[in-house]
């Protein structure tokens, strides 16, 4: 059954507009001319995204947003809104209101995009409540499809991060919530365009801040998943630096959770021995070199030894797919 975006305005227009614009999407698309109808539309139909005016008689779009959250929690809420509204957009999206907003008037393009965005955000969420590993690993394999320089990523940072697991000995429900927050590390790309994700040159800052939000997007979808505070930690902490300066919150040092920093070294490890658009592949004794020389800075020193200390051994090869493994017999 295709997913249902319901789009709320008070204009006729409008709503005859955004119609057209998605007729023969194969979306389902539903319209209201109140929040008040939208609110009983909400109360009989399971919908993806909901797209809602702010400024309308009766209740407002951010008011209709916080009655939603708690009648339908899965649906990603987009707010349209004229320049002159702007500032309670963004304060909406900081409070955690909104997932984007769209001003008015709109560009096609960017209205389809976002509308698509919100469905796999609504798809992602749906299927992390599974919370099974076959789903979990699914998943991310269905995120690298985004970007294909990362075939395989989530699977090596998985590998190098339970490496570090074994080797501090932490138990076994951490080992596997490490595994399943290597995973998913990376999942709130969901939310980054492909045209920036695959990018050959430098991005502008406002590309960079497009990017730097995926922790937060990712760590958002994780925990309204109910998935555990570990994986959370992982998503939304693994940009973060030792020594301070990382995203999204500048956390430092041992404040960061030692989840994230394990997986930020394995990460490290991945991305640097992996050609990249904008970086080609170390070989493992220059990334082994490139790790130590992130200590205290960007890595946690303590997981850093660790790792090279592992990947440094002789009995220790970097096979065809990427992952470093003990030779057979080994």
Known sequence: MP?????????????????RLFFGSGIRVLKACSARE?????SREDVAVLVSDNLMPGMKGIELFSKARDMSPDTVRVLMTAYADLETAVDAINRGEVF???VKPWEDDLLVTTVLDG??????????????EATLRSLAQAIELKDPYTRGHCD????????????????????????HGSWLHDCGKIGVPESILNYPGSLNEEE????RKHPVWGADVARQASLSETI????????????????????????????ARIVSVADTFDAITTDRPYLKAYELKDAVNMLLSLRETALD???????TALVGKDDIWKSSDGIVEREAGA
């Open 301 to 307: 020193p303590q997981m850093v030894d660790t790792f």
């Open 100 to 102: 984007r907003f769209i």
């Open 38 to 42: 939208a609110l009983s539309i909400l």
């Open 156 to 179: 090596r940072v998985a590998r190098y991060a339970l490496m570090i697991a074994a080797a501090l000995d932490l138990d076994e429900r951490m080992r596997l919530d490490i595994e």
């Open 232 to 259: 959370v930690n992982i998503i939304l902490y693994h940009h973060e630096r030792f020594g301070g300066g990382g995203y999204p919150t500048g956390m430092a040092g041992t404040d960061i959770p030692l989840e």
């Open 208 to 211: 960079l801040e497009i990017v």
């Open 119 to 132: 469905i796999g955000r609504y798809r992602l969420v749906r299927s992390l409540r599974k919370a099974d």
């Open 3 to 19: 997913e249902r975006v319901l789009f709320v305005d008070d204009e006729e227009n409008i709503l005859n507009s955004v119609e």
